[in-house]
């Protein structure tokens, strides 16, 4: 069996399934501040459960391309919104469940200006900026109890620049 995954484009579309896309694209939803600033209006679905919503920073090293995939999370417990702190490439790496382990994951470029929601219990690779600096602020669940399920995979998954 094959186990390069291609990067595509990440488009809001294709990564429905694991959760929204965060950018400013098209027109915006209403304009505030005397018609000086566009917002583009409740982008993301946050979902937590016994707990509260925290912004954290995470400084992540840069990972490269072909980039080895042999570890997938979730976090049953929240959503995890990922914002970049910078205008470089990242990658996203997200996978459906199959029976609470990853399925087949799918690999998606987010471009600058692009951020992304992970929907809660979504199985994800980790942060991976693919250039210094790797800073992102991360809207997440915040609360006791257990919200980190790692799965390393025994077959890991090579991924490929398109």
Sequence with gaps: ???TLIARPLDAASFAPFGDVLEAAGAPDRLINEGMCG??????????????A???IFQAQARA??????LL????????????????PWLVIAAPDEDGTPGTPVAF?????????LHRGVWHGVLCPLADPGLFAVVDRIGTGA?????KLADPWTVRAP
Excluded at 39 to 52: C, I, K, M, N, P
Excluded at 77 to 82: D, H, I, Y
Aim: aromatic fraction near 8%; proline fraction near 7%; hydrophobic fraction near 30%.
């Design 39 to 52: 917002r583009f209006h409740d982008r993301a679905r946050l979902d937590f459960a016994d707990g509260r």
């Design 65 to 70: 391309l072909p980039y080895r995939l042999d």
């Design 1 to 3: 069996m094959n186990r």
């Design 109 to 117: 470029l987010a471009g600058p200006g692009q951020a992304v929601n």
């Design 73 to 88: 999370e979730r976090h049953p417990e929240g959503s995890q919104a990922f914002m970049p702190m910078h205008e470089n």
């Design 147 to 151: 919200n980190l399920e790692e799965h």
């Design 54 to 56: 925290g912004i954290s």
